[in-house]
């Protein structure tokens, strides 16, 4: 199941419209600390993630920012080699919270979204499409992009693909026509044993965090081994 599934969007919404000034100021400060302490553009996306995901709690307005902070110290921990310390996270907030409170809003963000802080992000997805030297311009849109209330009412997925058909349309041509070849291969396919459709269906799962990404491109690394060890006939597995 995806992160940032398209019910929980729709529940972020009114939280995100009521207080769309306040996330604009709040993510463009975060940003800013993200340059300060030199973090990588996944960590500033999936630290915006985290906190719009959990902003639809009941959060009062007085903790956004102290929320904002523990997203960025919970990412950096995750992400950075080397992530900053937790009294960096509280000086950078100009001592305005206590580390005490700081470790408090950690606690309760991991609570609220049962430990999933780790989604896959728009970066995730452009980073697997382009080479490294190619992601400056698409990444400085879509830093840009977080600030707008619209980036936590879409899926990265969107987002992402939303970017590159802006920015590098005729390879978006080239990677969907790519798939929908694919696809064509499926409908040619004879009617399949139920067996074998349960076995796809483990499967063929979109793919929209990191984990069931990998366990789609395995399935599918799998299915095509046994259609060209069949002569493209489908067959049930052992």
């Known amino acids: 199941m995806s992160l940032l599934t398209r019910e929980l969007v729709q529940k972020c919404k009114h939280t995100i419209l009521t207080n769309k000034n306040v996330r604009i100021v709040l993510v463009d400060w975060m940003s800013e600390v993200c340059g300060q302490f030199h973090l990588r553009s ?4 999936n630290s915006v993630n985290i906190l719009d995901r959990f902003l639809h709690e009941d ?8 929320a904002a902070t523990a997203a960025m110290f919970i990412s950096s921990k995750l992400l950075e080699i080397t992530p900053p310390k937790l009294k960096d996270f509280v ?24 430990w ?3 989604p896959a992000t728009v970066y995730d ?18 830093d840009t992009m977080a600030m707008h209330p619209l980036y936590g009412q879409h899926l990265p997925s969107e987002i992402a693909s939303s970017a590159m058909s802006i920015l590098h349309p005729g390879r978006v041509k080239g990677k969907v026509q790519a798939c929908i070849d694919v696809m064509r291969t499926f409908l040619e396919l004879p009617v399949l044993e139920k067996t074998y459709v349960q076995s796809l269906e483990e499967y063929n799962i979109y793919p929209t965090d990191l984990q069931s990404l ?6 599918m690394k799998h299915l095509h081994a046994r259609l060209n060890q069949n002569g493209n006939k489908a067959v049930v597995p052992a």
């Open 42 to 45: 996944q960590t500033f996306h």
């Open 116 to 118: 999933r802080v780790q």
């Open 214 to 219: 990998h366990k789609y491109n395995k399935g």
């Open 59 to 66: 959060v009062p307005l007085s903790d956004y920012q102290l």
């Open 91 to 114: 000086t950078v907030t100009n001592n305005t919270y206590t580390k005490d409170r700081l470790i408090a809003m950690e606690a309760s963000i991991l609570r609220a979204l049962s």
């Open 125 to 142: 997805f452009v980073a697997s499409w382009l080479e490294q030297e190619e992601l400056g311009p698409i990444m400085n849109l879509l």
